[in-house]
Every structure is written in structure tokens, then in C-alpha cells.
Nanobody
Framework: QVQLVEYGGGLVQAGGSLRLSCVAS????????IGWFRQAPGKEREGVSFSTSPLHGRTYYADSVKGRFTISRDNAVNTVYLQMNDLKPEDTAAYSCAANRYSQAWPPPAWGMDFWGEGTLVNVSS
């Protein structure tokens, strides 16, 4: 059974940090691109950061998070991390991880992701 489970959301003050984890099971983790998406109330879903399989070794960051967020993956434990520093109120959203086996687009669009987690909430207070 395929599962993606996110951990690490919570309430933090502006300028603070959080680390999100996405733990995967039920598929060949090291063959998939893993991405983090977020959706704030009343806004469209946004692709925040992506990490390809080790074979390709690429990462992507949305302009809104460059220099503040870092994605990493530990294939030994099927986990992708999103280290979020210098958080801002506009980072408040539901964060979900998703997996994609193959996409012609980079980064993969949300509609092209194969599996999704249920998400974790990040609330940044000013």
C-alpha cells in the first residue's frame, strides 16, 4: 500500500524555523521525484520544492522560498525533508508532499503527481 505521511508542521513565529518530513512507503522511493506543495486559504496550490531521484540529482525551489528552504532526501529511510528557515506569515499554508515517477515538465505539475500525502499545517505568526 502506497503511503506518504508528513510530519513537522506547527505554529511558529516569523523568523523561526521548522523541518517537515515526508515518509514514504509502498513504492520504489529512489525512483521517484518527491515534491512539496503548499496551499494557503483562498490561494492556488503552489509547488514549493522538489528533489529528483538520486539518478538525476536535481532540486527545485520556488522563487518565494529560495535561500530560506532546503530540500533533502534520505533514501535509506525513504524520507524527504524540507528545512524551512526565516519563516514568514505568507508561508502559512497546508504543506503536502507528493511523488512522481516520470514527468516531461520540470518541476512536475501538481496534476502529474502519482501519490500524495494528506498534508501538515504550517502557521507562521507575525
Amino acid at each position: 500500500q502506497v503511503q506518504l505521511v508528513e510530519y513537522g508542521g506547527g505554529l511558529v513565529q516569523a523568523g523561526g524555523s521548522l523541518r517537515l518530513s515526508c515518509v514514504a512507503s509502498g513504492f520504489r522511493f529512489d525512483e521517484y521525484t518527491i515534491g512539496w506543495f503548499r496551499q494557503a486559504p483562498g490561494k492556488e496550490r503552489e509547488g514549493v520544492s522538489f528533489s529528483t531521484s538520486p539518478l538525476h540529482g536535481r532540486t527545485y525551489y520556488a522563487d518565494s522560498v529560495k535561500g530560506r528552504f532546503t530540500i533533502s532526501r534520505d533514501n535509506a529511510v525513504n524520507t524527504v525533508y524540507l528545512q524551512m528557515n526565516d519563516l514568514k506569515p505568507e508561508d502559512t499554508a497546508a504543506y503536502s508532499c507528493a511523488a512522481n515517477r516520470y514527468s516531461q515538465a520540470w518541476p512536475p505539475p501538481a496534476w502529474g503527481m502519482d501519490f500524495w500525502g494528506e498534508g501538515t499545517l504550517v502557521n507562521v505568526s507575525s
